[in-house]
Structures are given as C-alpha cells and as structure tokens.
C-alpha cells in the first residue's frame, strides 16, 4: 500500500489544500503585509500600575515554576518576541516578565502577588487572536497558560470533558477523537489556539452552526480572580438554576475579569459520515432560498452553510492557477456560491436525505449547478474554494478585513453598499477607474450563523482608503442591528467602536462588572471596555 | 480476432471499491485483514480511468461508441459505478459477491476477459494497481489471458483514426512512447489526468443509466481464492525521536549514531 497511497496523498495535497492545516499557516504567512497597518494609536501606559522590577521577577520566581524574562537574563528581548507580539504582527508590547505556571494554585499565587503590587497582568492562551486582545500593550506581566495542559477527566457516557485551560484545541480534540467524540467547536487556528482561550473570547468557528455556542456546550469553569481567590465552578450538570449563572460572565470575557484555568465541555459524538456539496447561484436571494430548502431537508445532519461570492471565488482560482492546483468546477458559475457539509451517524441515511434534497433544487431550478464530492480527496478540495478566500485575498494585496454579524437577510447588502461607497469615492478598479487601490471586496462567511466575513484588497494600505472604510462599515452594520465583531471579539483594535453595537446602559453595566471583579483594573488592561 | 473499425471503439473501465484513501488503516480484531467498516470509495487510479475514457470521447466523439464501467464487489460496489456514470460513463456492469470476499487478481482478469468476449470490447482503460492490496498485477494478467497488447502506468494516451494507439510511460530516466493497435489493455498512473467532480445534473442523469448485474456463477465464474492470508500485522510503532541542545551535541549524536 505504500509507495501508492503516499503517491496519491502528494498528490491530493497539491491539487486541494488540507482545510485544517492551511487557514492558520497561511495567514501567518500573509502576516507581515498586514503589519503595515498599526496607525489606530494605542492608549498610553497608565501610572496607576507599577513598572516591574528585578525585585518582582525574584518574587515570582519563587512561586511560578517556569519565568522568562530579559530583567535577569533568563531571555532576550527577541526571544520575548513571540509572547509581546500578537499572531498578526500588528501590535508589539514591551512585557519584560513571562510567567508559565503549571497549577491552577501556581496562576492563585502570580496573581495574588501581581495584585499586591499593583502589576498589570495579560493572560495568555496560544496567542492566536486578531484583534490584539491576548499580547500586552506595555509592560503588563505576559502570564501564558502553556504549562497547565492536562486533561483532567472524560465521562464516556456523558460526552462531559473537563480539561486545563492551556490544553491546545487540537490536541483535546484529537483525545476526544480516540473516544468517538468530537470537541464541539473547530477553527484554523486549531494546532496552537488553548482551549481556556477559545472560551475566554467565546470562538465562533466551523462548527457553530451544528452544535451551538460555547454559552451553551460549555457547563462549568474553574477561574482564577484578580485577587487570587480560586472560583470553583467546575459543573457537569446541564441543568442547573440556582442563581446567576457566573460562568457565562466569563465566556468571552477575554481575560478581564478572571483567567480560565479548566473547563468542562458537553461534547457530541463524532459523525462518522460526512458529505459536502457545493453549488453556484445567481442571486443572494436563491442563497437563502437553498440555506432554507437544507435547513428543512437535511435537519440535525446539517453541519455546515459557507456562503462565498463571485469575488471571492475568482480570488481563490487565481491563487490556485499560481500555485498549478486549479480544476474546473463548475460547468455554469453564478455570482453566488454556497457549501454545504452534512454529517450523520449513518452514511445511507445522510444521502439519502442528500439526494432528496440535490434532486429538489435541481428539479425546481434553484441553482444553476453543483458538485457532489465523491471521495475524501474531493471533500477537502470542495472545502477549499471556502477555506482558500482568505489566504487568496491576502497573495492579491493589503487586506482590510472585517468581522461582522448580520441578519442572513440583509449579510449581503452590507457588502453592496461597501462596493458603492468605495466606487463613489473614486478608489474601487474598474467602470472607467483602472488605476483605483481597492482591487475587490469579497464577501463570504458563516450563513448559518449570520458572519458575514468582508475583505477589501487593496493594492497598498493607506489613510485615504481607511477613511472611506472606517467607520463607515461599523455605521452600516450598526444600521441593520448586527454586531461589528462576530467573533474575533474586541481586544485592542474594536474597544473603541464597542458603541457601534452596545448602548449606553449595556456599556454602563459592563464596566460596573469589570469593577467588582477587578477593582484595581489589573487584568488585561486599555482592552474590552475601556 | 474481429477486424478493429476506428468508429467502433468501446471502451470498458474497471472499477473497484476500496477503503477512501484519507481513511487510517486498522487492522481487523481477528489479524487476518484490516477493519473495512470505514468509508470507501472509487480506487483514485479508476476514478483516472475513467476521467481519461471520457476525456478520449470529447476529444473524439466519432471514434468513441461507448464507455462502460465494471466492478466486481459487493452490493455496495454499485455506488462506485454510479461515480463512474455521474462523471460520464454510460452504463454498468455488477458482478457482486458477498460482503468482505476476497477476490484475487487472477479471478478478477478472467470475469473481465469473460465480459469482454461476452459484450465486445476493443480497450480497456484501467488503475495501474488499486490502493488497498496493491497488487497492480491484473492489468498485466488480462493482456496475457486476451493476447493484447498492453501499455501500462501510462501518463498519456491518444488514439488515432486509424485504431493506432499511442502510450507514454514513465520510466527511471524519462520518457518511453509506446504504439499499438486495439484492441489493447492501457493501465493508468497518477499523471494521466486529474479527475473531475461529478456535477449534480450528470449525479441526476446516473440514476437513470442501466447497470446490469450478474452473480458470478451465472457468468461460470468461480472466484474460489487461491491464497490464504495467514495474519496481518501493523508496521512497528516509529520511535519517538529526541531534542538536543546544541550543535555539538548533534554532532555528538549523529557521530554515535554512525552517520557522519
């Protein structure tokens, strides 16, 4: 079997780019284009927090099993690098101390101390957010959950996982996997995101629309406070009204009121069927007709709606006819196109209601064509043409992206309405404009769960063309009721804008939150709500 | 030997069903085979076959009469040729046998060389091996039980109106070109064509293509294996490797180790 299968496997990861490795290494990759872009100033350093000291880190030292720090020596300040700056390369602190406990009582003791002396604290999980939430801004002590990595426990009838919060999504998700389970939530950044980091800022992901958000699947925390005090709220109950339910408070919290260090997670069994098809449309409208049609049809088995436009789809065919992968798709393309994956317990029993499902829309002329994938090969290639936008984006130029959530109805206006407000200021390429900076603006996202993904390629980064953008997109979005942070959530770069989707009294009330847990203000400081 | 008229060439593709090649082989708790409970598909060097019999066909329509898609296996196996009828084959041939029957590359020629003598075909486009036992020996056993010629592992194929057939192979240090007449058997490799994706109207179009079964007896066909599979046993688990500290060190390893 081996000299063929590995033929073929060479083979199929050229032609189809593996949707699990590729998303992350690739906007890695894409990274130093985007670090142009860091002109939004950054609050300055407060004084109300103390600068630390050799006098800290000796004091530290002796109650963390692990410290890295330029202040004795132990590192450089290169090799700080990767814990001051964020995964975009966007945002640089200046953090002197590295601190990696491997207790929950070890994290107890850091914070306690930090908390007697006024030192600013930025928990740390596998350092993969995009909107500069999980680096420190100056010179807050880099407290980094790498060492506490344990799977603490798996009840096999229950599904219930409860698991350190520096055990890495993947490898929980590889654990669960030996069991014939699956972790409930799957992204691109899988291989280095924490799972305690994923439910501090409440990730979205792949598999939302199937299994719900982390405000549901996760049951119980166990939280360090400012203070030190250890909160233990490690339920495996699914129903439990006795009072305020406090771990909601710090899912998506994003490491201002507390540092997650377990959780315990209600996970699924892992489908053992999977089907993907993709189809092209010619309207948005016929997009939600079919989101529609596979809602009613497939029911539980669907697991995912990817929408992408025709922007995007001759980005990923340029991308991939450069790189020698590209294949004929479709005999008919459209302006729309949408995915969808299904996965069930039994294989007959998904195609079958697959089938019914592909007959309807072609019998009714609801597409204008599709492709069935046929094999694994062809499940992660399909895949792809959704998974390769961003990274296609980023190979066509300087990309301004943005997150937002909308309802499924009006997703797609918001693009419109980007497309002419940039034609109107005389920046979008074409109608006469050959030499204008913004070269597309592709919209594709999460359908099911109204993330709506916009990225404007531009041909360089600069003020006239962000001035256009900004806060324009935040005002339209705020417009049609939705979010302007689906799920990357706020960190450093959309503190500012909170107020485009929050009003006055849910501001109000959040600060009085971040208060009472953290009266000093120690935790994650000038980020959230600031 | 039936005179080869160039307008007449029917094509016949062999395809078999086999473990999905991104499946994680386990073998079976009994240690004679592997655990088949897993997603299978179309063996990707058919799905090649198949692509370059239809590609041969919408180069030239005229010489191409008709495609048909073969496969020996199980009830399931039907699923596999309906692939091949969703990517553009006309119709089917089903020899099924019980789940988990182990037929051999010999068996498998003869009920092809029976088919071919019964139905009249004039080229057989096939996988170079398929991906579960890698045998890679039927291609060769056909020609030999028919006296065809054979090109085989090709990486291109063209036919010419005269019935001439040209095949290139890859071979140790480049290319060797091959000519034969038809009828001939062509076995493909991995750079012949990539294949394409079944699109929904031509999935639609296969329900309604004819697939006609036979079990093997009704063809005097006996698939009685010849070998027996005494035990199936996973490689040795690789060693975890080690992290050094140093250049020296590794040089201090790597010098131990008798590589340098």
Redesign the interface.
Known sequence: ?S???R???R??SA?SLSRRAIPFTSLRRAAPVVSIRHGSSLPPRSDKFAKPTQDHLTNLKSIASSTLSTLDGSATADELKSFNDDWMNKYHGKGPIVVKPKTTEEVSKVLKYCYDNDLAVVPQGGNTGLVGGSNPIHDEIILNLTNLNQIRSFDEVSGVLVADGGVILEAADHFLAEKGFIFPLDLGAKGSCHIGGNVATNAGGLRLLRYGSLHGTVLGLEVVLPDGTIWNGLSKLRKDNTGFDIKQLFIGSEGTIGIITAISILCPRRPS?MNV?V?SLDSYEAVQKVFAEAKGHLGEILSAFEFFDKQSYALVKKHQEENGGE?????TEGDFYCLIETGGSN?EHDEAKLTGL??H??ENEM?L??????????F?S?WSLRELVPESAGKAGSVYKYDVSVPVGKMYGLVEKMRTKLREGGVLEGDGNKDGPIRAVAGYGHMGDGNLHINIVANKYSDEVEKIIEPYIYEIVSENEGSISAEHGLGVMKAPYIGYSKNDTSIELMRKIKTLFDPKGLLNPYKYII | MRPTLPSLVNILVPVKRSIDYAVKIRVASDGKGVDTNVKHSMNPFDEIAVEEAIRLREKKPSVVTSITALSIGPPKAVDTIRTALAMGADSGIHITVPENTVVEPISVANAIKKIIQDKKFDLVIMGKQAIDDDSGSTGGMLAGLLGWGQGSFASKLTIEQDGKVNVTREIDGGLEIIESKLPMIVTTDLRLNEPRYASLPNIMKAKKKKIETFKPEDLGLDFTPRFETISVSEPAKRQGGGKVGSVDELVAKMKEAGII
């Open positions: 079997m000299i063929a299968t033929s073929i496997a083979l199929a032609r069927a098809a189809f294949r004929k798709v479709f005999e294989s592909l007959e829309l072609m597409v064509d599709g492709v069935l994938a046929q094999d694994s090969t062809q992660q399909l």
